[in-house]
């Protein structure tokens, strides 16, 4: 039990961003031990089953009976090359947008990304001629991932990412790459995905055009975290955002700073807040980053 007990205190003691991986990968190591199980158990299709009940349906009919899938999909993966791909996506922009962001911020975006690639899924199954006569299922963070990764590149369109053999790249161009790629496939085997990917596109830059005027769309379903009291989330604040701290806001989180680390990275942050990321010099966004990193 002592593992068990750590692994505990670890996730309690993490990060939201990282509580957020966690719960993806949660999932999908237990889709893979039940699938594990029906294989040995002499019942392979086992696992089909159980998908039926976390995946999002496209049928309204099944959906009424099966509600809870409007979330369960955004934190299930199936398929190891997807949440490979999901995770690291999210960890290097939500670590980001964590930068500019709040940890309350970043999971309602999360949610919000995903509850608007669940209603597009719906809607284009239901109302799209290419897709009469024909029942589809959603799953995966994909959407909840893209409406981050869309916020960061217009909150941070400047900052770069270095990757591997190309070197440092704008997110900006990482992010249009992204959104090309899911519009292109639209017209593919997973049309009905690309569909929730451009819901989970259109909440992270609605969001982010937002918050750049000073409205955080996110403050109602902070409201409803508060009072199911979720002290993970009062509590601990990682960074201001572009807006102006509200009453419901609380001090960011700068365990592991100086004081005058502190003092650094508030006027950054002041300067972000007035002015946008762009408005840095390279050296500011060299220290944003450093500092950042330190912040537990």
């Not at 199954?125 to 299922?137: E, I, K, M, R």
């Not at 700073?257 to 006027?267: A, G, M, N, W, Y």
């Amino acid at each position: 039990m002592g593992v068990i007990d750590d692994m505990r205190t670890g996730y309690r003691q993490s990060s939201m961003l990282m509580k957020i991986v966690w719960i993806n990968i949660g999932v999908f190591v237990a889709l893979r031990l039940l699938a594990i199980v029906g294989v040995f158990s002499g019942n392979p299709s086992l696992i089909n089953t159980i998908l039926l009940w976390v995946e999002l349906p496209s049928s309204p009919a099944v959906l009424v009976t099966r509600p809870w899938t409007l979330i369960s999909y955004m934190f299930a993966q199936y398929d190891l090359l997807h949440i490979v791909f999901n995770m690291l996506w999210l960890y290097w922009f939500g670590t980001m947008f964590r930068m500019v962001g709040t940890s309350r911020q970043l999971l309602v975006l999360y949610l919000y990304g995903g509850i608007a690639g669940a209603v597009l899924f719906l809607a284009g199954y239901n109302a799209l001629p290419v897709f009469s006569h024909t029942d589809g299922w959603l799953i995966g963070s994909s959407a909840s991932v893209i409406a981050i990764v869309t916020a960061v590149a217009i909150l941070m369109p400047d900052f770069k990412m270095h990757l591997f053999l190309i070197g440092a790249v704008a997110v900006k161009w990482i992010a249009i790459a992204t959104i090309v790629l899911v519009l292109i496939g639209v017209t593919g085997s997973n049309a009905g995905g690309e569909i929730a990917h451009i819901g989970g596109i259109l909440t992270g830059a609605f969001f982010a055009t937002r918050l750049k005027k000073g409205q955080d769309i996110t403050m109602p379903a902070s409201r409803i975290l508060d009072r199911m009291k979720m002290p993970d989330l009062r509590a601990r604040q990682d960074r201001p955002a572009h807006s102006a701290r509200s009453a419901q806001q609380t001090e960011p989180a700068t365990g592991g700073l100086s004081p005058e680390e502190r003092r650094e990275l508030d006027t950054i942050l002041d300067k972000i807040k007035k002015s946008g990321y762009s408005a840095l010099t390279p050296a500011e966004r060299d220290r944003l980053f450093n500092v950042s990193r330190k912040i537990k």
